[in-house]
Nanobody
Framework: QVQLVESGGGSVQAGGSLRLSCAVSGYTNSYSWMGWFRQTPGKEREGVAAISPGGGDTPYTDSVKGRFTISRDNAKNTVYLQMNSLKPDDTAMYSC?????????????????WGQGTQVTVST
């Protein structure tokens, strides 16, 4: 059974930082793209960042470029999202995904397995 467990969310003030982690079990990520996504009530899920199997290719959505950094540790089957200079607009439920099946790397439909998410709330 494949499980993805996110952690590291919380409440911070604008300008603060958080580091999200996503630990995967039941599936070997070494050969798959992985992604971080976020969603707020009433809106579609948005791709935030993705990372290639070797970690050398990391596309980001424009709104987080220069502030967020995605990384991975294949030995630990874990992907991370370092979030700096957080803004209230970053408030959302953040989820990770793996088992890339094709298509645009930041498209939620491109991934098969998902975690339950961790809430990030940024206040002014």
């Amino acid at each position: 059974q494949v499980q993805l467990v996110e952690s590291g969310g919380g409440s911070v003030q604008a300008g603060g930082s958080l580091r999200l982690s996503c630990a995967v079990s039941g599936y070997t990520n070494s050969y798959s793209w992985m992604g971080w996504f976020r969603q707020t009530p009433g809106k579609e899920r948005e791709g935030v960042a993705a990372i290639s199997p070797g970690g050398g290719d990391t596309p980001y959505t424009d709104s987080v470029k220069g502030r967020f950094t995605i990384s991975r540790d294949n030995a630990k089957n874990t992907v991370y999202l370092q979030m700096n200079s957080l803004k209230p607009d970053d408030t959302a439920m953040y989820s990770c995904a793996t088992a890339y099946v094709g298509g645009a790397r930041l498209n939620p439909r491109a991934y098969k397995y998902w975690g339950q998410g961790t809430q990030v709330t940024v206040s002014t």
